[in-house]
Structures are given as C-alpha cells and as structure tokens.
Nanobody
Framework: QVQLVESGGGLVQPGGSLRLSCVVS????????IGWFRQAPGKEREGVSY????????RYADSVKGRFTISRDNAKNTVYLQMNALKPEDTAVYYC???????????????????WGQGTQVTVSS
C-alpha cells in the first residue's frame, strides 16, 4: 500500500527556515519521483519542487528558486524540502506527491501525480 506522510510544518517568522519531510512506504524512491506542492486558502494547488526517481535531478518553481532545496535519502525512504528565507506568501498547506512517470514540464500539474500525502501547514508570520 502506497503511503506518503509529511511532517515538519509550523509557524515561522519571515526570513526563517523550515525543513519538511515526506516519508514514503509501499514503494522505493528508485521507482517514484516526488513532487512538493502547496495550496494557500482560496488558491489553486501549485507545484513547488520535484526530484526525479532515476538520477535525482531537481526542478523548482520560479517563486522558490534559490530559497528552497529538495533532496532525498533513499535509505530512509524520505524526501526533504529545505525552505530558507521564508516569506509570508509561502504560507500554505504543503503536500508531497509521487508517481512513476515524470511530469511533462517543470514540477508538473497535480493530475500528473497518483499518490498524495495529507499535507502539513506552513505559516510564515511575524
């Protein structure tokens, strides 16, 4: 059974950092690429970052380039999203998602991912 579980969200001041974790089970990271998405109230879910299953290549949305870093630990079946220099506009529920196929372009669209976690809240506020 495929399962993804996010953790690491919380309240942080602008300019601060958080590291999100996505622990996967039911498959290994050799077989699924992982994407991070976020959804703010009243907004559509948007792709943030992606790491491929094959060679670990990464992709980022323009809004987070240079601030966020995606990485993985295959031995722990865990993907991380290190978020630095956080801004109030980064406030959202963050989700990790997986699929065997690579997204068509960039991080991809939500419909390109077959499996999702439950999300973790990130709030950036002073």
């Amino acid at each position: 059974q495929v399962q993804l579980v996010e953790s690491g969200g919380g309240l942080v001041q602008p300019g601060g950092s958080l590291r999100l974790s996505c622990v996967v089970s039911g498959f290994t990271l050799d077989y699924h690429g992982i994407g991070w998405f976020r959804q703010a109230p009243g907004k559509e879910r948007e792709g943030v970052s992606y790491i491929s299953r094959s060679d670990g290549r990464t992709r980022y949305a323009d809004s987070v380039k240079g601030r966020f870093t995606i990485s993985r630990d295959n031995a722990k079946n865990t993907v991380y999203l290190q978020m630095n220099a956080l801004k109030p506009e980064d406030t959202a529920v963050y989700y990790c998602a997986s699929d065997e196929r690579e997204p068509w372009y960039g991080v991809g669209q939500p419909y390109e991912y077959g499996y999702w976690g439950q999300g973790t809240q990130v709030t950036v506020s002073s």
